[in-house]
């Protein structure tokens, strides 16, 4: 789970399970990868240069 604050001040929870069985997201099921994220430009980055964009992590959020 990412919990994320947007400019607008909304805070969404979004939920990374799907993205796991992607190949681009898989090296993600170890924490040690997933505690790496960072965002960048409104985006979320990891250290294995894998990232999901602002339009996904806004739209696929659950607001809490």
Not at 23 to 33: G, M, P, Y
């Amino acid at each position: 789970m990412l919990n994320l604050w947007f400019a607008n001040g909304e805070q969404r929870r979004f939920d990374m399970t799907p993205y796991l069985d992607f190949e681009v997201f898989q090296a993600l099921k170890d924490q040690n990868v997933f505690k790496t994220a960072a965002t960048f430009l409104g985006s979320v980055t990891w250290s294995n240069n894998s990232d999901l964009s602002y339009d996904t992590l806004y739209l696929g959020g659950i607001p809490y």
